[in-house]
């Protein structure tokens, strides 16, 4: 059961929130490199990977606790669309051109954990997801001995509609239970194939983060913090369902009207 409440942090630009979410995650990454030696990380898609780099490519104020140590990233996808790894709607292309690719080889290389492209054709993606979640299985133990994965840190996104990751308003998916990831044959965002990490997966991680920025946001997230009529929707499931392990990362322009006590740093 979830205790206290989310952290909702809004900052005055771009710049500022980078430099929190910084520290955020390589509090994150710190903590679990002495518990196991290894941080395992999902992300999403959308502008998220172009946050992280702003965040993480940044120059270190020197100290130990403010260095990424990259080699020892497992990097997983919260969500992805079943295309071809360098097609432009795949989170992975994304985070590779935006993040991976630019890592300074001093701070090491992650292990990323894409789909099997062998699968992206298929008409029904479960293939893709029975597959991804073999992954995870052999990342996090076997599904017999574990009931579900714990990562270190799930990076989100917050859609206009309230959507995170491939979970989707009104979505059967919402009442998953037992898988760890799940196919997605119909999406109403396009592309429709997709898999994505479900909802106690999410909730079971250690910490979550949502980043969720400009006035677009404004509406959707005073339902989600503020108002009843969101209770339901995915990203207020999360909120629900892990407490005060989630973070959300904002600028003032996406909680203007929002009533939910906001702070400015962590």
């Not at 290894?38 to 965040?55: D, E, M, W, Y």
């Not at 606790?65 to 292309?93: C, G, M, Q």
């Not at 630019?102 to 992206?120: Q, T």
Request: aromatic share 8%.
């Amino acid at each position: 059961m979830a205790t206290g409440h989310p952290n909702l942090y809004s900052f005055p630009t771009s710049d500022a929130l980078a430099a929190q979410l910084r520290g955020y995650v390589l509090r994150c990454q710190n903590s679990a490199l002495s518990r196991h030696d290894t941080f395992r990380i999902a992300v999403s898609g959308g502008s998220l990977p172009a946050v992280l780099a702003k965040a993480l490519l940044a120059p270190s104020n020197g100290s130990p606790e403010d260095t990424p140590h990259f080699s020892k990233w497992h990097i997983f996808f919260a969500d992805e669309r079943a295309v071809p790894l360098d097609h432009e709607d795949s989170n992975y292309r994304l985070l590779n051109d935006e993040l991976v690719n630019k890592i300074p080889a001093e701070l090491g290389s992650p292990v990323v954990h894409p789909i099997d492209e062998k699968h992206v054709e298929d008409d029904d993606p479960q293939e893709l997801a029975d597959l991804y979640q073999a992954d995870l299985m052999r990342e996090f133990a076997a599904k017999d001995s574990v009931k579900l994965p714990m990562f270190d840190l799930i990076l989100l996104g917050c859609g206009p509609d309230g959507h995170t990751c491939s979970l989707f308003p009104g979505h059967a998916l919402l009442r998953e239970k037992d898988a760890w990831v799940a196919a997605e044959t119909n999406s109403p965002k396009p592309p429709p194939k997709r898999i994505t990490l479900t909802l106690p997966v999410v909730t079971h991680a250690v910490s979550i983060g949502f980043v969720a920025t400009g006035g677009g946001k404004k509406d959707i997230l005073k339902q989600i913090f503020d108002l009843e009529e969101g209770s339901s929707l995915p990203s207020a499931l999360v909120n629900q369902g892990a407490g005060d392990k989630v973070s959300w990362f904002t600028d003032h322009p996406a909680v203007e009207g929002v009533s939910f006590p906001r702070r400015g740093s962590l």
